[in-house]
């Protein structure tokens, strides 16, 4: 097990408590994210199964992650409220076992700021979804901002120690790295140049 899934599994029990403060913001920013979700869909670093809800109803959904702690309080959630068509498996997102192009929908929701080898990670996602298919993606970046920038490359170390997240990642630049085509990506700044919602046509 690597140090990333090791921390996640340390942080589950308290993951949801510890996120609360922000959900207010986060909830409606996953309704929008996920009201474009369609057909075959998987999601990549499912966690503690917070988009769960957000789904529309006919979504035939995947969840992957892995974290073996953060996928029980998924699968908890799932027994309390079951949810048709949804299976959750432990799988390395940058070793996904699904064939090429096998879903319609991708979606990530604070994930490649954790993913270890983000790059490789995106570089699946564009493989197993399909030629045309939709990658929707809510992550938190680096900021552009020379000075906000730097404080954040300073203090990175913090929260990958307590989570396993990088609170500095270029994920736009990551995309591009696995082979997205920049003309099919639309990025949408929701909480300053911070938080972005990220929708991609998967040209192939
Ligand atoms: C910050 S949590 C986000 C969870 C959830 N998506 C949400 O919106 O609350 C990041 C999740 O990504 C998972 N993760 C990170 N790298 C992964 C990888 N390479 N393969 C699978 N899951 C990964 C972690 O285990 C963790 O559950």
Redesign the pocket.
Same mark, same amino acid.
């Given at each position: 097990m690597?140090k990333?899934?090791k921390?996640?599994?340390r942080i589950?029990g308290l993951?949801?408590i510890l996120?609360a403060p922000m959900e207010h913001m986060?909830s409606k920013w996953?309704t929008e994210l996920l009201s474009d979700a369609a057909g075959k869909t998987l999601?990549?670093?499912?966690?503690?199964?917070?988009?769960l809800p957000y789904y529309p109803e006919n979504v035939q959904l995947t969840g992957?992650?892995?974290?073996p702690k953060?996928?029980e309080i998924t699968n908890k959630k799932l027994r309390e409220h079951p949810r048709s068509n949804t299976r959750i498996i432990?799988?390395?997102?940058?070793?996904m076992e699904f064939a090429d192009s096998t879903f319609d929908t991708v979606?990530?929701? =604070?994930?490649? =700021?954790?993913?270890?080898?983000a790059v490789?990670?995106l570089k699946e996602i564009r493989r197993v979804c399909r030629k045309d298919g939709k990658v929707l993606m809510?992550e938190h970046v680096r900021s552009q901002n020379k000075v906000t920038g730097k404080i954040m490359d300073i203090i990175n170390p913090i929260p990958v120690y307590i989570?396993?997240?990088n609170i500095n990642r270029r994920t736009y630049e990551n995309l591009i790295k696995a082979g997205f085509d920049p003309n099919q990506i639309e990025v949408n700044d929701l909480w300053f140049d911070i938080v972005k919602l990220i929708r991609i046509k998967n040209t192939k």
């Open positions: 690597n990333i899934q921390r996640y599994d589950a993951y949801d996120e986060f996953r999601e990549v670093g499912i966690g503690t199964g917070k988009n992957i992650d892995f974290s953060m996928i432990q799988m390395d997102a940058e070793k979606v990530t929701s =604070c994930v490649f =700021c954790s993913v270890p080898n490789q990670g809510l989570y396993g997240a």
